[in-house]
């Protein structure tokens, strides 16, 4: 207990010494100073004391714009060319302001998205919270103003309509604010209801009853396609229409005629015809439903197969006349000289066991089954 005792004085007078060091210097220090002080000019101590004052103030004043920057400043990368002389600006509270280079001027107040602009129009939506409105591409005015109208939800205009929502329901506006078709329509995100955005084209637009199942309407509101579809895709250039049933695949005509009905794996849409995938089996036709290529595949893969043993023991594989072809990503075999299919494109993998024999695998099952040259399945593993 001395022991600790006398370490502790002795830490005590270790920290007196210090002490007594620190005010000997800081009384020093402030004679010297005060010497220097005095010495000096009245315009120089007037000088020095207002660089001490505008020092903190400048400090305060950088605090406060970084502050009002990061809350209310600009943010650049999010602007945006609605037109040649219209930008949308952003800002860093991730609202948006429509500024007009002819007139130097903002002509919105912050909202908080605008809309590219659209192919075939003039007028772009807009959002506040909860409700939308339209703009004017070409001088940023507001034309259709979001806060007088309750448009929970709003899409841009094509051939002259554009579709609003009001209280759960789906309507159709004009430019000037006019229903044309009623608030009727139920409104759904089903499937690809993003891609095509309630747009007209060459006079229909895709469409969703109660159930959230697709159909086409005209531009009088009436059911052109009844509503039957899990999707419907934006027509073609040349004017027909895939639509897809339970992953099934069909197409419309450009009057909304059923032409192949929903029962292909796939339908590929060409300038001059459609290629079709059904059962194992891609082909192509011409619009008049003619065959043009009967025979088509995704990709082909040599098949090889074993013929004996080398010096060292390891299997040693000839090529063979005959290759695996894929359809959608099931395989088939093909003879690779003539180039003509001998089973449809049903099986998970292909594998070749001798010159005239194949192994093949159900795709459901997993099981292997044994198959010639011929197609015929002559055993089940």
């Not at 600006?89 to 912050?110: I, L, S």
């Not at 908080?112 to 939506?125: F, H």
């Not at 086409?216 to 027909?240: C, N």
């Amino acid at each position: 207990m001395k022991r600790l005792t006398q370490i502790f004085q002795a830490l005590l007078g270790v920290v007196a010494l210090i002490l007594t060091a620190l005010v000997a210097a800081g009384r020093l220090a402030w004679r010297t100073i005060r010497n220097w002080w005095k010495k000096r000019s009245k315009w120089v101590r007037r000088s020095i004391t207002t660089i001490f004052i505008l020092i903190p103030v400048g400090f305060v004043a950088l605090i406060a714009y970084a502050y009002y920057d990061s809350e209310y400043g600009r943010w650049y990368w999010k602007d945006n060319y609605l037109s040649k002389n219209v930008e949308v600006h952003g800002f860093r509270d991730d609202k948006v302001r429509v500024y007009n280079y002819c007139t130097g001027k903002y002509t919105t107040p912050k909202v908080n998205w605008v809309a590219d602009s659209p192919a075939n129009d003039s007028l772009t939506v807009y959002a506040i919270p909860n409700k939308r409105g339209y703009i004017n591409i070409k001088n940023g005015e507001i034309v259709i103003d979001a806060e007088a109208n309750n448009y929970r939800k709003a899409w841009v205009f094509s051939e002259g309509l554009a579709a609003v929502m009001k209280d759960g329901k789906i309507g159709f506006i004009n430019a000037k604010n006019e229903v044309v078709i009623p608030f009727q329509f139920e409104y759904s995100d089903k499937c690809r209801m993003w891609n095509f955005g309630y747009l007209f084209h060459d006079g229909y637009c895709i469409m969703t009853n109660k159930d959230g199942d697709l159909g086409l309407i005209d531009t009088t509101g009436k059911w052109v396609v009844e509503p039957a579809y899990d999707e419907i895709w934006a027509p073609h250039e040349s004017g027909y229409r895939i639509i897809v049933d339970n992953c099934k695949h069909g197409v419309l005509d450009s009057r909304g005629n059923v032409i192949y009905s929903a029962e292909y794996g796939y339908v590929d849409v060409l300038s001059d015809g459609f290629i079709l995938t059904k059962g194992g089996k891609k082909w192509q036709v011409d619009f008049e439903g003619n065959i043009i290529q009967p025979f088509m595949f995704d990709g082909t893969y040599y098949l090889n197969y074993p013929i004996g043993y080398n010096e060292c023991g390891d299997i040693q594989y000839a090529f063979a006349d005959y290759a695996k072809y894929e359809v959608m990503n099931r395989y088939g075999i093909m003879n690779r000289i003539t180039g003509k299919p001998i089973t449809f494109a049903l099986y998970s993998d292909i594998n070749m066991l001798s010159k005239d024999l194949f192994e093949v695998q159900d795709p459901e099952s997993y099981d292997w089954y044994l198959v010639d040259t011929n197609g015929n399945v002559v055993s089940k593993k």
